[in-house]
């Protein structure tokens, strides 16, 4: 466009959600761009990553060293709610192990998943953009923005658990607690993903817009 410096699809001074939907699908809806994950964290196998944006930066998961112990969910559901619960556990990964993502399929052992080809792949919540399908749909206007980092959470004490959000979640992360009748969802544990960082094979990553931004510098691209 003319009077504006590009360098290769970009221009040279780009919004964060700019950057998110060049560089994949957006905010909402997914999947970062290989090259430029590639370049964030090192990773040569660019085929197995997924990174999902979030409030306070991005959250990388790397299919390739996920090995399906399934740690995260115990270790999210402990520092979240005090007890080993998997169903509730803001990270999926149990539901993807035997069959993949997409499920069984006429030629799942093709696919990924244990049946398949070993590879799996941890859900995490993708903190979406406005309009939040989860918040549009909860009766009690339960889930909110936190108010330093953007994260959207879940107010408690005015969930009844109705379970409109988790229907409504078009990426089928929030789950009610049927012993607490309470939804769960992600709440990036205050920018420091206990799931993150207890992962044994670093599977999963949380890259800071600091970090985004200092790496794509070097490439000669600045997030505003």
Request: net charge negative; hydrophobic share 30%.
């Amino acid at each position: 466009m003319e009077g504006e410096e590009r360098v290769g699809f970009f221009k040279k001074d780009i919004s964060r959600r700019k950057f998110l939907k060049y560089s994949g699908r957006g905010i909402a809806g997914g999947v970062v761009s290989f090259s430029v994950l590639s370049m964030l964290t090192g990773c040569d196998d660019t085929a197995q990553i997924t990174g999902f944006p979030l409030a306070a930066g991005i959250l990388i998961s790397d299919k390739s060293r996920c090995t399906g112990c399934q740690r995260c969910e115990i270790i999210c559901t402990m520092n979240n709610d005090g007890k080993a619960h998997p169903h509730i556990s803001r990270v999926k990964v149990a539901r993807n192990y035997n069959y993949g993502a997409e499920g069984v399929t006429n030629n799942y052992e093709e696919g990924e998943g244990h049946f398949g080809n070993f590879i799996i792949e941890p859900d995490t919540c993708h903190q979406c953009e406005e309009p939040v399908p989860c918040a549009e749909a909860c009766p009690m206007d339960a889930i909110l923005a936190q108010e330093e980092s953007g994260t959207r959470i879940v107010k408690e004490e005015d969930c009844v658990g109705c379970g409109a959000c988790e229907a409504n979640c078009p990426f089928n992360m929030i789950t009610i607690d049927p012993e607490e009748s309470k939804a769960k969802k992600c709440t990036l544990c205050d920018g420091d993903p206990s799931c993150a960082k207890l992962c044994p094979t670093g599977a999963l990553k949380l890259v800071p817009w600091e970090e985004v931004n200092a790496k794509l510098k070097k490439h000669r691209f600045q997030l505003s």
